[in-house]
């Protein structure tokens, strides 16, 4: 069966194909399509990337002490709230001194997590954390940022020590990339897919029963309703795995940087 090609990626391949083609052969990769050799997944990480950008743009413009608006309480809502489970909270209660310098950090692949789960409730769009690929990557850059801020902190020799006395903890850690990109991966894949089968359910349940008879236009709504609570689910899902691919990171980087590594 043809994949079906996304407009963004057509985009996306019209503007950088011919540059992705050529940096792809000098790396001597063959691209399964060569007519689109930027995947799917790839350009709605860039979109995800470009639309960030102007986001926060748009919103440090706008940014304000005595009168912030409302989206600017959204986001402060994301970094600090009253339940302690804002991005600093969690690194302020589990990292404790010297908290600061990791929030960008950790803020921005939350964020840049969220965004890739949101952002296939737009028409014609997909998330890109539902390609493997994708949550593979952000945890390897977890990965490796918790283990080189565990070094800077304690020193290269000091920190290894944990992983000669104890080699079971050389598992362990390996074991967080798995964990970290299962759980991204397969949650936002089934909850995309969710949403397309019953989708298609709904649909097919109001063509058939209105043929049978006049009772198919009390099901009118359903094609409706049936996406709308999908839609909720699809966005409590996003949140909640970009939560747990902010939590997670985080009790890495305490257990990396904490006293008694």
Not at 101 to 110: A, E, F, V
């Amino acid at each position: 069966m043809e994949e079906q090609i996304l407009g963004i990626t057509k985009l996306v391949n019209w503007l950088l194909g011919k540059p992705a083609l050529a940096l792809l052969a000098a790396l001597h990769i063959h691209p399964d399509n060569p007519e689109y050799p930027i995947p799917t997944h790839i350009a709605m990480e860039l979109l995800v990337f470009a639309l960030s950008i102007v986001f926060f743009l748009w919103l440090k413009a706008r940014l304000s002490v005595d009168n912030p608006g409302a989206t600017q309480q959204c986001m402060e809502t994301l970094l600090h709230n009253n339940m302690s489970l804002g991005v600093s909270d969690l690194l302020e209660n589990n990292v404790g001194h010297g908290w600061e310098k990791y929030l960008p950090m950790i803020g921005s692949i939350g964020l840049f997590v969220l965004f890739c789960n949101l952002i296939s409730l737009a028409p014609g769009l997909a998330s890109p954390t539902a390609e493997a690929s994708v949550p593979l990557g952000c945890a390897i850059v977890v990965f490796v940022y918790y283990n080189r801020s565990g070094i800077q902190h304690h020193g290269p020799w000091h920190y290894s020590l944990t992983f000669i006395k104890m080699p079971i903890e050389i598992i362990s850690h390996a074991a967080r990339l798995l964990s970290l990109t299962v759980r991204l991966w397969v949650n936002m894949m089934v909850s995309e897919m969710l949403y397309v089968i019953f989708l298609g359910l709904s649909v097919a349940l109001f063509i058939f029963a209105g043929h049978a008879n006049s009772f198919g236009y009390v099901l009118a709504p359903v094609p409706l309703l049936a996406p709308v609570l999908f839609i909720v689910l699809h966005i409590f899902v996003a949140f909640v795995q970009a939560f747990v691919f902010t939590i997670l990171p985080v009790i890495y980087l305490s257990g990396a940087v904490g006293e008694a590594h």
